[in-house]
C-alpha cells in the first residue's frame, strides 16, 4: 500500500511540471498564476502569427533532421565493427572515446570546441552546430544499435554467405532488416537530444537561432501564455517521436522477421 | 590493404578525435599561453594556474559546483532508493510501464523544463496558490523561485530517473532468497535492509552517484535560469572569460580545473559509496 503512494508521489512530482505548463497554455488569462480563468485557444492562435518562434521550431528542426542522420549512419558504422567476430585492433579505445562526450560537461567541450574554430577562423553556425551535436548524440545512438547487433545470430549470415551471397548482399538482406529497428530508434533518439539541446547551440550557433536558444533568451524578460504554447507544440512533437520509436523497437522484439527468401539460409543456420 | 568491417569505426574514430580529444589538448595548450595586446602569444607561462589556484573567486566557484553535486546527490538518493526497490516488486507488465514513465520526462528538453518549473514555482505559482489556499502562507513565498532553493529542486528533478534507474537495475539481480534467509534467521527489516539489501545494491548506487554527481556539478542553465543572485557557476565565469575578457589562458586552465574536479569528485563518491556498502556487508559477515 505504501509502495503505492510512493509510486503515485514520484509520478505526479515528474509530470508535475508538464501538467502546468499545458494547463496554462489553456488558460484565459495574460497572468499565469493561479486560480485558473477558463478554457481558451486564444495563445495557440497568437503562437501561429509568432513568426520569431516558429522560425526557431523550423530551424531546430531543420538541423535535427541531418544530426539524426549522420548520427545514425556513423553510429551503424561503428557498432558493426565493434560488434565483428574478429575482435576489432585497438576496440577498448575507441570505447573509451565514445565515452568522453559523458565526462565531459558539454558547455566545457563546446567552450573549447569555439576556441578552436575561432582560432582556425570556422564561422559558427549551422554546420558545425550539427556537427557538434552529432558528436553528442554517437554514444548514445552507437550503445542502441550495438545492444541489438550483439543479440543478433551470426549464422544467419554466414548461411547467406555459404549461399553465395557477396557481404554487402548478405548485409543488407540479412542483417538490416534485423536492425531497421534499432535504426529507427537511434534516429529519434539522435532528434530528440538535438531538439532538447541548449548548452551546444549557446556556443555554437553563431547566427542560427534555434527555438531552445530563442526560449533562453525570452526567459529573463516576462513569460507570455503563447510561450506556453509553443512549449507544448514542443512536447507534443516529442511525444510523438518517442511514441513512434517506442511502437518500432516493440514489433521487433515481437517478431523478429526475416524476408521470406532467406528462410532456408536460416534453416540452415540452425541446423548447424 | 583490403577494406573489412573494422574500417567502419574510422568516422566515429575521426570525429570524436577531431571534435573531442583534440579541443580537450588544445585547452591544456592554451592554459599556458599568454594574452599580449588581445592576442594570444604562445609561451610556456604558469600564470592562468596560479591565478586559478590562488584566487579565491575561482576556488569557491568550483567548490561550489562540488557541493551543488553532493546536495543533488543527497536529496536523489532517499527518494530513488524506496522507489527502486518498489519497482522491483512490480510484476513484469507494470515493470515496463514504470520505465516509460521514468524514463520520459527525461527527453523533453531542459529549457522546457526549467520554464516548466518556473512557472510552478513562481510568486503566483502552484505551489504558493496551494499554499495560500491552505492558509498555510499570507505572503508568496520568495525564496522558491530565483534561489539555491528552485536550483537544487530541478537538479534533483533532472537526476532523480538516472538515480533511479541506476539503483533499480542493480536492485532486480539481488536474489530474493537471501532476503528471506535474513528474515528467517530473525533479522528485522532494517537489519535486512541494511546488512543485505544495501551491500549487493551498492554498485548500482555508487553509478547513480557517479552520474548524478557530475551531471549536477557539471550544469550551468538551471543555475543561470533559475537560481537569481546565486546563479554564479564556475562554467558561466569560463564563457566570460573567453568571451568578453578575452582570457583564454585563463578560461582554459579554470575549464581542466573543473574537469578534473567534477571527475575525481564523481569516482571519490562512487568509491565511497561502494565502501560503505562492503563495510555493511563486513558486519554481517
Not at chain 1, 4 to 31: D, K, Q, W
Not at chain 1, 33 to 49: E, I, K, M, R
Not at chain 2, 144 to 172: C, G, K, Q, R
Amino acid at each position: 500500500m505504501s509502495s503505492r503512494i510512493l509510486l503515485a508521489a514520484v509520478t505526479a512530482f515528474l509530470y508535475l511540471p508538464v501538467a502546468v505548463l499545458v494547463v496554462f497554455s489553456f488558460n484565459a488569462s495574460e497572468v499565469m498564476a493561479f486560480p485558473l480563468s477558463g478554457f481558451t485557444w486564444h495563445w495557440y492562435g497568437v503562437l501561429a502569427n509568432n513568426d520569431n518562434f516558429w522560425n526557431g521550431f523550423v530551424a531546430s528542426l531543420l538541423i535535427a533532421q541531418p544530426v539524426g542522420l549522420l548520427g545514425t549512419l556513423i553510429a551503424l558504422a561503428t557498432a558493426l565493427a565493434l560488434a565483428d567476430r574478429r575482435p576489432l585492433r585497438g576496440r577498448m579505445v575507441l570505447i573509451g572515446l565514445l565515452l568522453i562526450p559523458f565526462l565531459v560537461p558539454k558547455s566545457v567541450l563546446s567552450i573549447a570546441q569555439a576556441m578552436i574554430m575561432s582560432r582556425v577562423g570556422i564561422p559558427r553556425g549551422a554546420t558545425v552546430l550539427i556537427l557538434a551535436q552529432t558528436l553528442m548524440v554517437l554514444p548514445f545512438t552507437t550503445a542502441l544499435i550495438a545492444s541489438v547487433l550483439v543479440r543478433l545470430d551470426p549464422r544467419l549470415e554466414e548461411a547467406a554467405r555459404d549461399l553465395g551471397a557477396l557481404p554487402w548482399q548478405a548485409f543488407r538482406r540479412v542483417t538490416l532488416p534485423q536492425l531497421k529497428a534499432a535504426i529507427g530508434a537511434a534516429y529519434s533518439v539522435a532528434v530528440i537530444l538535438s531538439l532538447s539541446d541548449l548548452a551546444i547551440s549557446m556556443f555554437l550557433s553563431g547566427r542560427t537561432q534555434p527555438l531552445s536558444l530563442i526560449v533562453a533568451s525570452q526567459f529573463r524578460r516576462e513569460l507570455t501564455p503563447d510561450l506556453n504554447a509553443m512549449q507544448v507544440v514542443v512536447l507534443a512533437v516529442t511525444v510523438l517521436l518517442v511514441t513512434v520509436s517506442e511502437l518500432l523497437r516493440r514489433r521487433q522484439t515481437k517478431a523478429q522477421t526475416i524476408p521470406f527468401d532467406i528462410q532456408p539460409a536460416a534453416a540452415l543456420g540452425h541446423r548447424a | 590493404m583490403t577494406l573489412s568491417k573494422h574500417h567502419l569505426a574510422i568516422p566515429a574514430a575521426v570525429v570524436l578525435v577531431i571534435g573531442a580529444v583534440l579541443p580537450i589538448l588544445l585547452l591544456v595548450m592554451f592554459s599556458v599561453f599568454r594574452v599580449e595586446d588581445l592576442d594570444l602569444v604562445p609561451a610556456l607561462s604558469l600564470r592562468s594556474w596560479t591565478d586559478v589556484v590562488t584566487s579565491g573567486t575561482y576556488r569557491f566557484l568550483i567548490g561550489k559546483a562540488v557541493v551543488s553535486g553532493i546536495v543533488t546527490v543527497l536529496l536523489c538518493i532517499p527518494v530513488a532508493y524506496p522507489l527502486a526497490l518498489c519497482l522491483t516488486r512490480l510484476d513484469a507488465r507494470w515493470k515496463g510501464i514504470g520505465l516509460i514513465v521514468l524514463l520520459t520526462p527525461l527527453y523533453t528538453g531542459e529549457i522546457v523544463r526549467i520554464y516548466a518549473w518556473r512557472i510552478v514555482l513562481g510568486s503566483e505559482g502552484l505551489v504558493n496558490a496551494t499554499l495560500k489556499a491552505l492558509g498555510v502562507i499570507d505572503q508568496p513565498l520568495k525564496i522558491l523561485l530565483f534561489s539555491p532553493v528552485a536550483t537544487h529542486l530541478v537538479l534533483a528533478y533532472d537526476n532523480l530517473p538516472f538515480m533511479t534507474l541506476a539503483i533499480w537495475v542493480s536492485a532486480e539481480f539481488v536474489d530474493r532468497r537471501l532476503i528471506e534467509a535474513a528474515r528467517d534467521l530473525g533479522a528485522r527489516p532494517m537489519q535486512a535492509f541494511a546488512q543485505v539489501w544495501l551491500p549487493l545494491t551498492a554498485p548500482g548506487l555508487a553509478a547513480g552517484a557517479f552520474a548524478t554527481f557530475s551531471l549536477a556539478a557539471g550544469d550551468m542553465l538551471t543555475p543561470m535560469l533559475l537560481g537569481g543572485t546565486s546563479g554564479a557557476t564556475a562554467m558561466a565565469m569560463i564563457d566570460n572569460l573567453f568571451g568578453t575578457a578575452f582570457d583564454w589562458p585563463t578560461a582554459s586552465a579554470l575549464a581542466l580545473t573543473l574537469l578534473g574536479v567534477l571527475n575525481i569528485g564523481a569516482v571519490l563518491i562512487a568509491l565511497a559509496v561502494l565502501r560503505l556498502g562492503r563495510l555493511r556487508a563486513g558486519v554481517s559477515a
